[in-house]
Nanobody
């Protein structure tokens, strides 16, 4: 079993930055072989894919609305994934979740393990 725990959320103003972390425990040796991703769910909306990173960190993908502002990375030695969020906008307000999946493509529709989420609130 793999446990994912997000941290780093908070209340910030538009234009500010935050860095989210997703720490993994459990079968981390296995997890290193998988892609990981960030997702978010805004109030009244469905959860959506935000960004993904391949097992070795060599491939990343983003939704258009965060390209150029968000950067996903991972440190397999620390069993941790990150999401650096710059130039935050009120529309980025959501609960952010991390998850693991087979590939950066497959993870958009199938996540094997989920974290519990961390709240990000961006005020205007």
């Amino acid at each position: 079993q793999v446990h994912l725990v997000e941290s780093g959320g908070g209340l910030v103003q538009a234009g500010d930055s935050l860095r989210l972390s997703c720490a993994a425990s459990g079968l981390t040796f296995t997890l290193r072989r998988y892609a990981m991703g960030w997702f978010r769910q805004a109030p009244g909306k469905e959860r959506e894919f935000v960004a993904a990173i391949s097992s070795d960190g060599g491939i990343t993908s983003y939704i258009d609305s965060v390209k150029g502002r968000f950067t996903i990375s991972r440190d397999n030695a620390k069993n941790t994934m990150y999401l650096q969020m710059n130039s935050l906008k009120p529309e980025d307000t959501a609960i952010y979740y991390c998850g693991s999946g087979i590939s950066t493509t497959a993870i958009r529709t199938r996540v094997d393990y989920w974290g519990q989420g961390t709240q990000v609130t961006v005020s205007s």
